[in-house]
């Protein structure tokens, strides 16, 4: 069984490997993608969204590269035990 030490680092380096796909996908110099997705999880991290709000914002987002919404699910807490 994974401590909490592992699983804390495992969850960073889940989001941080999707912050970089998006980034690649989405370079911050031809794309407001990715401003915007950095946006919305800013908000979530300052309380100013639900996860729900998140992931409804970041279905739509991506609504057309379901790969990155896959990614997403993968680190993003299932608090609400909603799916995109």
Known sequence: MADANEVMKR?????????????????KDKSDTYQQMLEILRAYREQEKTIRQVRVEIKELFKDEPSLIEDFEKFLPLATGTKL
């Open 11 to 27: 969850n960073l380096e889940q989001a941080l490997g999707f912050i970089s796909k998006v980034e690649a996908q989405f370079p």
